[in-house]
């Protein structure tokens, strides 16, 4: 059982039972409920997966076939085991839905570090904007004395 695919000019079968869940979960070093704006975690699940039926297979070569087949696809064959893995069977989850979660994760992270560099920039301009007025108060107090 699992979700067959070609690449690399081999077939191999992704698995989700609850070990992989686990062995994913121990090398990301976080639940897969936080699984965030990581391309990386998206490499280290498929690699759990693959496992089951690939047990030699190494992370090199999983990086090769994210390389050959993309992330869409990767996000697509990954929804597709997911969805039929038995601790996940009862649960709804969309081809591709990982990695859209995770490239949505990124975006609001890349979203909230953009707007407090804003928030700092302003907050600089405003202190050079202080010390201006400083300067200039300190010389018109000096020029009157």
């Known amino acids: 059982t699992g979700t067959k695919f070609s690449a690399l000019e081999c077939e191999y079968t992704l698995y989700f039972d609850n070990r992989a869940f686990r062995v994913a979960e121990k090398t990301m ?10 391309i990386g975690d998206v490499t ?6 693959l ?15 994210v390389d050959e087949l993309g992330y869409e696809k990767i996000a697509d064959i990954l929804g597709e085991a997911m ?3 038995p601790p996940l069977r009862k649960r709804t989850l969309t ?6 979660e995770a490239l949505a994760a990124d975006a ?10 804003l928030r700092i920039e302003d907050l600089r301009k405003k ?12 010389e018109e107090l000096q020029s009157q004395t």
């Open 44 to 49: 280290l699940l498929l690699h759990a997966g």
């Open 108 to 117: 609001r992270r890349v979203k909230a570090q953009k707007e407090e560099s």
């Open 95 to 100: 081809k591709g839905g990982i990695l859209a």
């Open 29 to 38: 070093g976080h639940s897969l409920g936080t699984m965030q704006d990581s």
């Open 51 to 65: 496992l089951r039926h690939q047990p030699q297979i190494k992370l090199e070569k999983v990086d090769e076939i």
């Open 127 to 138: 202190l050079v904007e202080e010390e201006t007025l400083r300067a200039e108060i300190l």
């Open 83 to 85: 969805a039929a893995s």
